[in-house]
Structures are given as structure tokens and as C-alpha cells.
């Protein structure tokens, strides 16, 4: 991905991905125009025409097409505003790429004998694993993995008996959750540098999860 400048007009529809969990993806909202501190102001995100949750310092993935060419950016809710009709403030990024977004969304890892194994050359910290996809995860620790644009390797251990597999990860987002006193970090990472092999890997795990998820729902 390369950096570009932002353009949005006005009435453009704009799709959200939360960079929290794996159930609010697939939103979408419409650019309204920005606010006199150049913030912007975008309509309240639905999913299939329903009005989704969405509250102060939520992070967010919005991604739209400028053009010929996709446009992605982090922004962050500043506002979560209500009259006379519902709309966020949400930051103006700094970085805009330009280049596909995120198309495959991620699934709960509900496999029980997966987990991953942070690798720094030294010591293996067992972390947590949110939610997947073939392109990235959400890894949940109890401190910082590193930062933003860090390059990571984890390991996935899927099946007994299998050698794990390990796969190369670049940090593109943390955020700080608390849950009753609790504090954890998640890390978005994006997969890189797979070859076919990895590839396929990740895409059975991730069909495997799905297909156990939907036995859950009766479907």
C-alpha cells in the first residue's frame, strides 16, 4: 500500500470494520463532511440497514473507493452524537493507503486446541487469539507485543500431532480494553509473506472455525 491524500465527497458511503472484535464488520456508513476542526462527520454505522453500537474511542478500519482506486484509513470515534438525526465525529486520519482493504472477515477462533505462540528469539509468550481470518488476526495479551508497523512471528498449533505453523505478522492497530478491573491489549495484525502452503493452512482453520460456529447457531 502507498500513501495518498484524502478526498471524500460528500454522500460517499464509506465501510467500517471495528478493530476490536469480530461481530461489527461489514458496517457501512455515509461521509457527511468534516467539522470546523476538519473531524469527520459520518452517519451512524448500520449492518443490513440496522443501527449498530458504537461509542466514544471506538477504533475503527473504514475503507472506500476513491475513483479507480481503493483508499483504507484508521479513524477514531471522538463523538457519538445523536440529535437532530445519529452521527459520529470521528478523528481525520493521518495515514491514508491506498490499495484493497480487508476483505475477508474474521471469524471467533472457536477451535479449542488452537492458541499462538508469540516468538522474539528468546522466549515464547502464549497469547490469546480473538479472531481470524486468512489475511490477519486479533491477538489479545497482557501487555503491548510491540508497536504499530512492527514486524511479529507466531506460531499455530491446529492439530495434535501436526507441526505448528508459523507465520510472519506486521502490527497495524493496539487497543487498550478493560473489562471489570482487567486491562489487555488487542493487536490487529495483518499476515504477510505466506506462501501457498500457509495459505491453504490458514484457510482450512478458518473454514473449520466457521463450520463449528454455525453447527453453534443450529445452522
Request: charged share 20%.
Amino acid at each position: 500500500m502507498t500513501e495518498t491524500t484524502l478526498i471524500i465527497a460528500a454522500g460517499s458511503t464509506l465501510e467500517l470494520e471495528s478493530t476490536a472484535d469480530s461481530i461489527l464488520n461489514n458496517m457501512h456508513t455515509e461521509f457527511i463532511g468534516y467539522t470546523q476542526s476538519q473531524d469527520l462527520i459520518l452517519s451512524h454505522p448500520k449492518i443490513d440497514n440496522i443501527q449498530v453500537t458504537v461509542e466514544t474511542g471506538d477504533i475503527f478500519f473504514a475503507s472506500l473507493k476513491q475513483g479507480e482506486t481503493d483508499i483504507s484509513f484508521e479513524t477514531r470515534v471522538i463523538a457519538v452524537i445523536n440529535t437532530p438525526y445519529p452521527h459520529l465525529h470521528t478523528t481525520c486520519p493521518d495515514a491514508i493507503r491506498t490499495g484493497a482493504p480487508r476483505k475477508s472477515n474474521r471469524i471467533a477462533a472457536t477451535l479449542a486446541n488452537v492458541y499462538l505462540v508469540l516468538d522474539d528469539g528468546e522466549d515464547n509468550h502464549h497469547i490469546s487469539i480473538l479472531n481470524i481470518s486468512v489475511s490477519g488476526a486479533c491477538l489479545v495479551a497482557e501487555k503491548h507485543l510491540g508497536t504499530v508497523n512492527n514486524i511479529l512471528q507466531i506460531e499455530i498449533h491446529a492439530e495434535a500431532g501436526l507441526p505448528p505453523v508459523r507465520i510472519d505478522c506486521m502490527v497495524r492497530h493496539i487497543q487498550e480494553v478493560t473489562e471489570k478491573n482487567h486491562y489487555s491489549f488487542h493487536h490487529g495484525v495483518e499476515f504477510i509473506g505466506m506462501d501457498a502452503e500457509v495459505q491453504l493452512f490458514l484457510w482450512k482453520l478458518v473454514q473449520k472455525s466457521a463450520n463449528i460456529q454455525q453447527l453453534k447457531r443450529g445452522g
